[in-house]
């Protein structure tokens, strides 16, 4: 067995030793992998549910008709001799004719009460045509609504006519009356049930159906003239809820054989065992069944309604056969209808099945309407054969012997038939057969456990299982057996309906009026039960008390509070998880249970779990911290201030790693915001007045010469690629060039970590994107300025946020909002911009509205004058604006008109959405309004709709969410006990997976060959192409012949083999920020790209360089307190120079800024982050939380990380020129463990070696190379290479590095310091010199370098052919 699973892990078993995939490549953990990087958050798509029977119905009353005339054989039928005589099993000769009658009318409605014992019965026995119509009338009087049955027996009476009618009698029996059926449908109305029993009775069934439809068109045609006769009456019922079942075919007679009885039919349908034991006895095969015989059929003992009995277990076997024929041909509604919608239907309906069989045996087809497909040849019926046969072999013994009846094998080989389907299928076939009869078993509890457990693994199959096994009527058996106590159903009983809650969750409501819920509470505070099965049974509880008063009351009565508390510290994730969800459902919007909570000081506990290690538990603690908040009862002060503690906890979620929980936290936080909505407006006034009064440095002085290369309008711009976390960028490079420009109107060196997409600008209003569209004035503050409000408040940085509240806790959680509407990940700050637009919206419309006519723009950012707005458009894009450029103008839609035209000066540019347009409404505002008065009313502004700002789709209401709990549900419907696809040895999955390790085994081997016979070259180049903007930053796919090239807020990536383009996409960082580190995560399985810009925030990209559109997997803001204003020295202009010069080219001398590095682990999942902090913060991308925080003690950035996990080292290069190594497993005090002072400048590169006795490499902007043993305090080598350093890198395999020059030239030594090659031109012809060299990067295995220069090209060298 451990050879076996030895087996599964390791593809390498059967390969050549050449081939062998590394194992080292199976054992690295992926990062960012899980569902929720996958996957939309979002619950699944509702299946409409048509199991629950809409119109359940009964049968109330029954006519018995009887047309016998005993001893009188009607003229049109010839009998045989010896003749079928036997009416409901008594010989009508064998006493006189009146008696026989009474006593055959006694029998038929005894027949009829087995299966329905509470109706009314009414016997006419050789009735007039008045008796009939008196008796029916009044059958319908008292059902009212419900069902009638007319049973029909006309053996004494001629066959039925061709033009509809049956016969009754005159009162002296003298003479046969006819009976018109649409004079019977009249009478019985509808619903109603007619059975049959006579020769030709389909023609009956034509008749009916002719006269329906006549009656239909009647009715028509009554409706259209009023003068019509039927006009003035009243409706007549609609036929169509009327089923007949009848006899034979129109053309047949009834069989006269006198071995069965004259009524077979109505024997098939009310005595269904009697008459299958004795049909069984007279086929041939009976006499392999020694000793039974037709009056041993008589004596089986027991009784039909007791099902340990012989006689009530073959019974029950009819019922489970019978059954599963029907659901297995039917269709699935006419099944509902026919067999679970009325129970004498039903029974009717199965024992039908069975006439269809006998009668056929003797040439007589048995007709219904609705029309049933043929069954008599089903295979079903061979399992029912042989069940008989069993029973009746035992019988002799039984009955002279007194033996025990041994029970029937039937069941338990039904149900191993079903085990089979389940082990042994394929996904996509027909639904297993037995289920039905795995219902029957439920019943019995001798197979009950086996049977809970095979459905509980069919309904794991996925939602389609769960509504087939809901149609098939498994509810009402499921809900009867949580009135068990029986112990080990329990893990059976919660599974199955965890499954069905998470396919149907209206079923809530049936388990609380069955108290339901108690069951599921019990198996939730039992101590022994298994943590999976407390996970389902919470999951349950969440799903009953979700929006369901009802449910929360119970629930709460039922002490779920308490019960939750208690395990909220429980180590298995999914059920903390749940426990948090629960208690968040349970008190929403239900005052009671939170002050309930509050008495068990929930809030506090659920603190705990806001760092919790798992992102999804986190999320869960948020929302229900969310809806604790968001409850809107009467407010008093101590409710208030439990508020705003748990707001200020929530706070400290700002920068988690997880947009799940950010976002999370926007919807818990705008809870808190719609509850103190007059205080927010407040702050909301305060930070715009700010912001207003707040100058902007005029755009002239701000360009930075970089900003505005010349690339830009060159013709050669590649069309950016569209990217799904963007929606809204579609928009062409033009449009690109448009907004770049535009940005730089707003520029200003103090910029904030802002997530400034071009979409921001272009959205259309539909999408739901960073910004609503600018000309509509969707959004009242527009991203600039929240950015501005963001930087301008009182104290910009986010950590004084958290402490010491000296302002409200309301202007603490808006600056949370304003941070949040600038995070990296778009959805976040979606929803952060919705909250605080929708706020901002209802300050500025209900506060003042004369202040708005005065100021004409109260958000206005204060951009530079009109006109050189417009030179700046001009400048750039190369094309003027439209007058109203709104977001359909870059998202290729076509341009609306604008509505306002003389409004407008022509050169507003399309992004400063003003209250000026709200103006011309303004006047329509009382001076008095209230706070939470909704604006005037849609009708006085119909004709300026189209740019109302009332009807603010983009604005959030107080239902905002984000669909993480049904998200989580989509887990308990989705199959958990199946093999993930990427255990399963022949998925797909696996077989790529195998097939990269095999790939990456290969340039590991093919790379370590040429680097060990040592490279004595490297500049024959093997790729050379113009990147679309200046390289900052270039790294090599490790094991694909691709490379990502950042310029400073798109990435492009190159196949360099066949030297094309893959993909370019915008990175979605803000326009003062750029990119200063990549790193490719899993590069050895499925490849993430990971980009760093120098704001602090990271973001992770999927799918570039192949034909899909590249998705944002995540982002977060990695370091927070980078924002630019704390970057190095103070901000003189020698500082700002220095940045200007470190934006082209990547590393200069002095403090300029580093920007963020990142080094990163694959075999430990972290992520290290610095740059112009003082920490170096560790992350673990597994939680997506920081886990250290390592000071780095040094007064200046940190420019350069490298780490080793073996040793858990990390070496940094400094700014100030030292090297600086700290030991991660140590306390933040002495985790420093050496520091090297040797180089006297800014250090370009530290490198660490991997092996065990790795020495530190380290390069400083004055070319000194130092090789440092980690032991010794001193360097142990110095190499002196060239100076003005821009760029270097070391190869980790080769020992070489390659050093690049702002002087044009890039030079590579080996690890003695020989120059073993020196680049200065490109190849070819008309080589021309290479520009300043912006960044270069060597391959991880190859010998590969790749350079990026200042004049955009990007090349790569490699070492002589030969080698290679």
């Known amino acids: 067995m451990k050879m076996d699973s030895e087996l599964l892990h390791s593809p390498a078993v059967c390969l050549a030793e050449e081939e062998e995939a590394d194992m080292s490549d199976w054992n690295l953990p992926l990062a960012f992998m899980k569902k929720r990087h996958s996957e939309k958050i979002e619950g699944s798509k509702a299946l409409a549910q048509s199991w629950r029977m809409k119109d359940r119905m009964k049968t109330v009353s029954v006519a018995l008709v009887l047309c016998l005339n005993v001893g009188v054989d009607p003229p049109d039928v010839v009998k045989t001799s010896p003749c079928a005589r036997l009416e409901c099993w008594i010989d009508p000769l064998s006493m006189s004719p009146q008696k026989a009658l009474e006593t055959i009318g006694a029998n038929l409605q005894k027949q009829y009460e087995n299966w329905q014992p509470r109706a009314r019965y009414k016997q006419s026995l050789d009735p007039t045509v008045d008796e009939v119509k008196k008796l029916c009338t009044s059958l319908r009087r008292n059902a009212k609504e419900e069902r009638v049955l007319f049973h029909y027996n006309g053996h004494g009476v001629p066959r039925p006519t061709v033009n509809g009618e049956i016969w009754v009698f005159n009162k002296n029996y003298t003479q046969y009356i006819p009976l018109s059926v649409y004079d019977l449908q009249t009478w019985m109305g509808s619903p109603s049930i007619f059975v049959y029993d006579c020769s030709n009775a389909g023609i009956i069934v034509k008749s009916f159906k002719q006269f329906a439809l006549q009656r239909e068109q009647e009715l028509e045609v ?38 069965l009885p004259a009524d077979l039919f109505t024997s098939c349908l009310t005595t269904p065992i009697k008459i299958a034991l004795r049909w069984f006895c007279m086929q041939k095969s009976a006499k392999l069944v020694p000793g039974v015989t037709l009056d041993l059929i008589e004596k089986i003992p027991g009784r039909l309604n007791d099902r340990r009995t012989p006689l009530g277990e073959l019974n029950w076997i009819f019922t489970a056969i019978t059954d599963t024929i029907a659901w297995n041909v039917l269709p699935r509604d006419l099944f509902q209808k026919l067999f679970r919608q009325d129970l004498l239907v039903a029974s009717l309906f199965r024992n039908f099945l069975l006439a269809e069989r006998i009668m056929r045996s003797y040439n007589c087809t048995p007709v219904s309407s609705p029309r049933l497909p043929p069954t008599y040849m089903h295979a079903m019926w061979q399992a029912w054969d042989l069940a008989v046969d069993i029973c009746l072999s035992q019988l002799p013994t039984i009955i002279e012997e007194g033996t025990a009846f041994r029970h029937s094998p039937f069941f338990a080989e039904q149900l191993t038939a ?115 099965h407390r996970t389902m049974a919470v999951f349950i509880l969440a799903v009953i008390v979700n929006s369901y008063t009802t449910g929360q009351e119970a629930c709460l009565q039922g002490n779920l509070i308490a019960i939750c508390l208690e395990q909220l510290s429980d180590p298995h994730p999914l059920l903390r998880q749940w426990v948090a969800i629960c208690l968040g459902r349970i008190w929403q919007n239900f005052d009671s249970a939170r002050w309930c909570g509050v008495r068990d000081s929930a809030h506090e506990k659920l603190y705990s779990l806001l760092s919790d290690p798992i992102p999804e538990v986190r999320c869960a603690a948020v929302f229900a911290l969310g809806t604790f908040v968001g409850n809107s009862a009467e407010r008093t002060d101590h409710s208030t201030t439990i508020d705003h503690n748990v707001a200020m906890m929530l706070a400290q979620l700002i920068n988690d790693g997880s947009p799940v929980v950010r976002k999370e936290l926007v919807v818990a936080l705008s809870h808190l915001v719609v509850q103190y909505e007059s205080n927010f407006c407040t702050v909301a006034l305060q930070f715009m007045e700010e912001e207003k009064n707040y100058t902007v440095p005029s755009p002239a002085n701000t360009l930075e010469p970089c900003n505005l290369t010349p690339v830009r309008d060159s013709p050669a711009i590649p069309r950016l690629r569209s990217v799904n976390s963007y929606t809204n960028i579609r928009a062409a490079t033009t449009a690109r060039n448009l907004n770049k420009s535009l940005q730089n109107l707003n520029l200003n060196e103090e910029g904030g970590p802002v997530a400034f997409s071009p979409g921001n600008l272009s959205t259309s209003s539909s999408a739901s994107s960073t910004l609503g569209s600018p000309d509509n004035d969707e959004y009242i503050l527009s991203f600039e300025t929240i950015d501005k409000m963001r930087r301008v408040s009182s104290y910009s940085s986010l950590n004084s946020l958290i402490g010491v509240s000296f302002n409200s806790v309301y202007t603490q959680i808006w600056r949370v909002l304003l941070h949040l509407a600038a995070d990296p990940f778009p959805e976040v700050s979606d ?29 206005q950012s204060a951009p530079a004058s009109p006109t050189s707005k417009g030179a700046h458009i001009h400048q750039a894009g190369g094309s003027p604006p439209m007058p109203s450029a709104s977001s359909s103008s870059l998202t290729n839609e076509v341009p609306k008109p604008p509505t306002r035209g003389g409004e407008q000066p022509p050169t507003r540019p399309p992004y400063t959405p003003t209250l000026g347009g709200q103006a011309p409404h303004s006047h329509q505002f009382p001076r008095t309004r ?435």
């Open 831 to 859: 929803l952060a911009m919705k909250v605080l637009n929708s706020i901002a919206y209802k300050a500025t419309m209900n506060a003042r509205p004369q202040r708005i006519l005065d100021s004409g723009s109260l958000t």
């Open 930 to 1364: 209230k706070m939470f008065d909704k604006g005037p009313s849609g009708s006085e502004q119909a004709g300026d709709d189209a740019d109302d700002p009332g009807g603010h789709k983009a604005y959030m209401n107080a239902n905002l969410s984000t669909g993480l709990c049904d998200w989580s549900a989509k887990y308990f419907a989705q199959p958990v006990m199946k093999i993930p696809e990427e255990h399963d040895v022949e998925s797909q999955v696996r077989k790529e997976r195998e097939w990269r390790f095999l790939r990456n085994a290969r340039v590991r081997k093919q790379s370590q060959r040429i680097t060990q016979r040592g490279v004595t070259r490297l500049d024959d180049q093997i790729f050379i192409n113009r990147n679309p903007g200046v390289p900052s930053v270039v790294k090599f796919h490790p094991f694909n012949p691709c490379i990502a090239v950042a310029d400073k807020d798109s990435i492009c990536f190159w196949d360099w083999e066949k030297a094309e383009r893959l993909d370019y996409f915008y990175n979605g960082n803000p326009r003062y920020t750029r990119i200063t580190a990549m790193e490719y995560l899993n590069g050895h399985d499925y490849s993430l790209l990971l980009t760093a810009t120098d704001d602090g925030a990271l973001r992770i990209w999927k799918n570039f360089a192949d034909q899909r559109n590249p998705e944002m997997v995540t982002a977060w803001q990695g370091l927070s307190d980078m924002l630019p204003t704390t970057r190095g020295q103070p901000s003189s202009s020698a500082h700002s120079l220095a940045r200007r010069v470190s934006i082209c080219l990547d590393r200069s001398k002095g403090q300029g800024g580093a920007g963020m590095v990142v080094d990163w682990e694959q075999e430990t999942g972290l992520l290290m982050t610095s740059g112009d902090v003082r920490v170096i913060r560790i992350w673990d991308t597994e939680r997506e939380m920081k886990v250290q925080d390592i000071p780095t003690g040094a007064d200046s950035c940190v420019t350069c990380l490298s780490c080793d996990s073996q040793r858990s080292l990390i070496a940094a290069g400094l700014g100030d020129g030292s090297v600086r190594l700290y030991d991660r497993r140590m306390g933040a005090n002495e985790c420093r463990v050496m520091t090297y002072r040797e180089h006297s400048s800014w250090v370009v590169k530290a490198h660490l070696q991997k092996q065990t006795d790795g020495r530190i490499i380290s390069v400083s902007v004055d070319g000194d190379v130092r090789f440092f043993e980690l032991r010794s305090p001193d360097s142990v080598n110095v190499l002196q290479t060239v100076k003005g350093l821009t760029a270097l890198d070391i190869h980790p395999q080769a020992n070489l590095f390659a050093c690049g020059s702002m002087n044009q030239f890039i030079a590579v030594y080996n690890s003695n310091g020989d120059v073993i090659s020196n680049i200065k031109y490109y190849d070819g012809f008309m080589g021309q010199r290479i520009g300043a060299i912006s960044c270069l990067a060597f391959h991880p295995y190859w010998p590969h370098l790749a350079v990026g220069s200042n004049d955009y090209y990007m090349s790569i060298y490699s070492a002589e052919k030969r080698l290679r």
């Open 222 to 259: 009554a409706a259209i003239n009023p003068n019509h006769p039927l006009a003035q009456m009243p409706l007549p019922p609609s036929m169509k809820n009327c089923i007949q079942l009848a006899a034979c075919e129109a053309s047949e007679l009834l069989p006269m054989n006198p071995d």
């Open 418 to 532: 079903f085990q089979v389907w389940l082990t042994m299928g394929v996904e996509n076939r027909n639904p297993p057969e037995q289920l039905p009869i795995v219902l029957q078993v439920l019943l019995s509890q001798v197979h009950r456990l086996r049977a809970l457990d095979l459905l509980g693994r069919f309904l794991d199959l996925g939602p389609w299982a769960v509504s087939l096994a809901l149609s098939v009527g498994i509810f009402p058996y499921v809900l009867k057996l949580l009135q068990s106590s029986a112990r080990e159903l329990r893990p059976l009983l919660v599974f199955i309906w965890a499954k069905i809650l998470a396919v149907d969750s209206s079923c809530q409501a049936d388990l609380v009026k069955d108290n339901g819920h108690k069951y599921f509470l019990s198996v939730l505070a039992d101590p022994y039960m298994p943590a999976e």
